[in-house]
């Protein structure tokens, strides 16, 4: 057998698609890739692998697959998806093109596709950078010199007011898009872990009683019922 990684994009791990992988016979193999894939998550391609030595039995080649972080983005791919932040939040999406899309902040069709290879790849990737961008602003504030529970009313209240302009039809029109709901799955993990972290620490300096962190941290920081 033989065992190789291969990295796919955000975008594919949370909507599917497929990856082309070459072979020891020098030929590529499509894999396809299921939605809400996550990294670490490993395919079996059977005869594939190395042909065993004096025998007509061929070993299998296993796939696993890496989520990529999101590509560096120029400048001015930048200040666009600061403007489709904006407008997908405050006029929504559903109905517009690609083309639409390009007019409305004045770029080329060309300079969109660049970004991402369709509009709900687009709209993933509007979304994804909006939400690590809270999750930085949350976070930085928070210092040393805070006991757990300032810290964790002041993270919190960022990621809390972060989020109160999205309105209630973007929501409803993110929720349509495949693997959207996987992508702010995997951002509420990452609310609930620090909520918890600061929660253990509350515990273990007298600041509160004991209690179950686990469960109290994912009702405090659960980020899908304001998204």
Do not use: W
């Amino acid at each position: 057998d033989i065992f190789c990684r291969v990295p796919i994009a955000m975008v594919t791990g949370a909507l599917g698609g497929h990856i082309d992988v070459p072979t020891v016979e020098g030929a590529m193999t499509r894999v396809e890739v299921p939605e809400g894939t996550e990294s670490g998550k490993q395919f079996r391609l059977k005869g594939k692998g190395m042909p065993v030595l004096r025998s007509k039995v061929t070993g299998d080649m296993y796939i696993q697959v890496e989520v990529e972080t999101p590509k560096s983005l120029t400048r001015r791919q930048r200040e666009l998806l600061d403007e489709l932040e904006e407008i997908f939040s405050t006029e929504g999406f559903a109905d517009l093109t690609m083309a639409q899309i390009a007019a409305q902040v004045n770029c080329s069709l060309r300079t969109l596709y660049g970004i991402s290879a369709s509009k709900d790849e687009l709209v993933l990737t509007v979304v994804d950078r909006r939400l690590r961008r809270i999750g930085r602003a949350a976070i930085e504030p928070l210092s040393a010199a805070m006991s757990p529970l300032e810290a964790l009313r002041s993270y919190l209240r960022a990621v809390s007011e972060a989020l109160q302009p999205t309105t209630l039809g973007y929501a409803r029109e993110l929720v349509r898009i495949s693997g959207a709901h996987r992508l702010v799955d995997a951002h509420e993990s990452y609310v609930i872990a620090v909520t918890r972290s600061l929660l253990d620490r509350a515990v273990a300096e007298g600041q509160i009683a004991p209690v179950d962190t686990a469960a109290v941290a994912h009702v405090l920081g659960g980020l899908g019922r304001d998204f």
